[in-house]
């Protein structure tokens, strides 16, 4: 995938995001990651994205919360 059409999925994601609302957007987030996960190959390449995303969200500070 090249910078353009990374910058065009991205955008279509946030865009879906939006449309879908917070209380919907875990589920579409879970939705796509498992539609996605299903196109991989190997179970191997999966594990690792998972323990590579888990790793910088608990890197991660969590926001404070909106007042």
Known sequence: MNDADLDRSYTALCHALGEVGPERSELLLAMLALALMARQEHA????????????????????EPRQ
């Open 44 to 63: 191997g390449e999966v594990l690792a994205l998972v323990q590579r995303a888990r790793d910088r969200c608990l890197d991660t500070p969590a926001a």
